[in-house]
């Protein structure tokens, strides 16, 4: 997601009682329904699938893959081992803790050179983060907030969500119900327009629109309990939420274009926050660890 | 009825009991094959994908399944019921017969990718690629949990 969008909707998820229960259980529930249907797709190998949801763990991984592969052809990695090793641990932790704790092939989770204040979740869980938000963070809790928050967005499907229902149905109608094994060549060809297609879509998606506010609240809760149950100071959300906000009073370069007030956000969340008790303490050690880590 | 919570002792053993025998295959990449019901329980060995297991037990979202000599829990999320034929090779051998199920070489698989590569070669495949070597051991993440004195509220 674009990080710009975050904090307006992290705010207003919370604001609006996202962060309760239900939507914790929501989450599960797909969880739940994706794993039956997966099931019954074994099982019958059919063409009955008919939306995003019915994409198997092994297909999500190849379109995550070629979304993550089309992301980094625009950004370049940042080769530092230690930061490397330190958000995929950090990352690894949180994503034990979520509703989806596994995918086809883990997560993973790369810092990307670029000044602008963003992330990025591929599905099948190829996070990434800007240097340039990654330096507005200030302690352990604040890091763990952004990646449970992308996190969030690959337990929820929400890249594949983008992949429009024509692609998808091009795609289930070559497959089939055949057994097959390969592919003919024409088959292949249509198979590959329409992978190629909803990449597309995605990283339109991720990159140029934005998810909907629904799907930020959403990631917005489920993050904020991701945390919480890793043992992190959900607050950490709320103070990196008034980075932001100060960052955009100083220059409101569209972070908050199509999202209410950031402030309001910010108030709401901590009404949030207090009504669903989740609190803990930010601890020195670990912002003494995140200062290791830092970048200046 | 006299005893309630006996019966439903007695319920919940026949359900778990039921499952034991049957066989699931590991439709991930690789999984864990932990000692106890819990993502951070320490790994006894990796399933990988294709891998065809018998269950010992089920429960709470967990199989207990026979590995080599070892026993151990995977999670249902990384498993299909039955038989399935993810690989060519498995499909070959002939694994697959009646209930079985074939996916071997179905949907966005390796092969779509490398043909989408192949007309697409400005994509950084290989910078993923890298991405995805990046390992984070039990250890690292239990040492990194107890550093940072993460009390764990709930898996």
């Given at each position: 997601?674009?990080?710009s969008?975050?904090?307006?909707?992290?705010?207003?998820?919370?604001?609006?009682?996202?962060?309760?229960?239900?939507?914790?259980?929501?989450?599960?529930?797909?969880?739940?329904?994706?794993?039956?249907?997966?099931?019954?797709?074994?099982?019958?190998?059919?063409?009955?699938?008919?939306?995003?949801?019915?994409?198997?763990?092994?297909?999500?991984?190849?379109?995550?893959?070629?979304?993550?592969?089309?992301i980094?052809?625009?950004?370049?990695?940042?080769?530092?081992?230690?930061?490397?090793?330190?958000?995929?641990?950090?990352?690894q932790?949180?994503?034990?803790h979520?509703?989806?704790?596994?995918?086809?092939?883990?997560?993973?989770?790369?810092?990307?050179?670029?000044?602008?204040?963003?992330a990025?979740?591929?599905p099948?869980?190829?996070?990434?983060?800007?240097?340039?938000?990654?330096?507005?963070?200030k302690?352990?809790?604040?890091?763990?907030?952004?990646?449970?928050?992308?996190?969030?967005?690959?337990?929820?499907?929400?890249?594949?969500s983008?992949?429009?229902?024509?692609?998808?149905?091009?795609?289930?109608?070559?497959?089939?119900?055949?057994?097959?094994?390969?592919?003919?060549?024409?088959?292949?060809?249509?198979?590959?327009?329409?992978f190629?297609?909803?990449?597309?879509?995605?990283?339109?998606?991720?990159v140029?629109?934005?998810?909907?506010?629904?799907?930020?609240?959403?990631a917005?809760?489920?993050?904020?309990?991701?945390?919480?149950?890793?043992?992190?100071?959900?607050?950490?959300?709320?103070?990196?939420?008034?980075?932001?906000?100060?960052?955009?009073?100083?220059?409101?370069?569209?972070?908050?274009?199509?999202?209410?007030?950031?402030?309001?956000?910010l108030?709401?969340?901590?009404?949030?926050?207090?009504?669903?008790?989740?609190?803990?303490?930010?601890?020195k050690?670990?912002?003494?660890?995140?200062q290791?880590?830092?970048?200046? | 009825?006299?005893?309630?919570?006996?019966?439903?002792?007695?319920?919940?053993?026949?359900?778990?009991?039921?499952?034991?025998?049957?066989?699931?295959?590991?439709?991930?990449?690789t999984?864990?094959?932990?000692?106890?019901?819990?993502?951070?329980?320490?790994?006894?060995?990796?399933?990988?994908?294709?891998?065809q297991?018998?269950?010992?037990?089920?429960?709470?979202g967990?199989?207990?399944?026979?590995?080599?000599?070892?026993?151990?829990?995977?999670?249902?999320?990384?498993?299909?019921?039955?038989?399935?034929?993810?690989?060519?090779?498995?499909?070959?051998?002939?694994?697959?017969?009646?209930?079985?199920?074939?996916?071997?070489?179905?949907?966005?698989?390796?092969?779509?990718?490398?043909?989408?590569?192949?007309?697409?070669?400005?994509?950084?495949?290989?910078?993923v690629?890298r991405?995805e070597?990046?390992?984070?051991?039990?250890?690292?993440?239990?040492?990194?949990?107890?550093?940072?004195?993460?009390?764990?509220?709930?898996?």
């Amino acid at each position: 997601m674009k990080y710009s969008i975050l904090p307006a909707v992290l705010i207003a998820a919370l604001a609006t009682g996202c962060a309760s229960l239900p939507i914790d259980q929501n989450a599960l529930n797909i969880a739940s329904k994706v794993w039956e249907k997966r099931d019954a797709i074994a099982k019958t190998g059919s063409a009955l699938r008919k939306g995003f949801s019915d994409l198997s763990d092994e297909e999500e991984y190849y379109i995550g893959r070629a979304v993550a592969a089309k992301i980094l052809s625009q950004y370049r990695p940042v080769k530092d081992k230690a930061r490397t090793s330190y958000i995929n641990t950090l990352g690894q932790t949180l994503s034990r803790h979520s509703s989806r704790p596994q995918t086809f092939a883990g997560y993973h989770f790369l810092l990307i050179s670029s000044p602008e204040i963003n992330a990025f979740a591929a599905p099948g869980g190829f996070v990434f983060i800007t240097t340039g938000l990654y330096s507005k963070l200030k302690t352990e809790e604040q890091l763990a907030a952004v990646l449970a928050h992308e996190i969030s967005h690959v337990t929820l499907r929400h890249g594949l969500s983008a992949i429009k229902t024509a692609n998808l149905t091009q795609a289930f109608s070559i497959i089939g119900t055949e057994a097959m094994m390969e592919y003919g060549a024409k088959e292949l060809a249509q198979l590959t327009a329409a992978f190629e297609d909803s990449i597309n879509d995605i990283v339109n998606q991720l990159v140029v629109n934005g998810y909907s506010r629904s799907q930020e609240y959403d990631a917005d809760s489920e993050a904020m309990r991701v945390a919480w149950k890793a043992g992190y100071d959900p607050a950490g959300l709320t103070r990196f939420l008034s980075t932001l906000n100060s960052i955009s009073g100083k220059n409101g370069a569209g972070f908050f274009k199509t999202h209410p007030p950031a402030a309001d956000r910010l108030k709401k969340a901590s009404k949030a926050m207090k009504k669903e008790k989740l609190s803990g303490p930010t601890l020195k050690t670990r912002t003494a660890r995140f200062q290791r880590y830092a970048m200046k | 009825m006299k005893y309630p919570i006996l019966f439903f002792i007695a319920l919940v053993s026949v359900a778990a009991i039921a499952f034991a025998g049957q066989v699931i295959t590991i439709m991930h990449k690789t999984t864990s094959v932990r000692a106890d019901r819990k993502f951070f329980a320490p790994t006894i060995a990796t399933a990988r994908y294709g891998d065809q297991l018998t269950v010992v037990e089920e429960k709470g979202g967990w199989y207990k399944v026979a590995i080599g000599k070892k026993r151990g829990w995977v999670h249902n999320s990384a498993t299909a019921k039955g038989k399935v034929a993810v690989t060519a090779k498995q499909f070959r051998k002939g694994a697959v017969s009646g209930q079985d199920v074939a996916l071997a070489g179905k949907g966005f698989n390796e092969k779509v990718e490398s043909k989408y590569k192949k007309e697409n070669p400005e994509m950084n495949y290989a910078a993923v690629d890298r991405m995805e070597k990046v390992n984070v051991s039990d250890r690292q993440i239990n040492k990194f949990v107890a550093d940072g004195k993460l009390a764990s509220r709930g898996e």
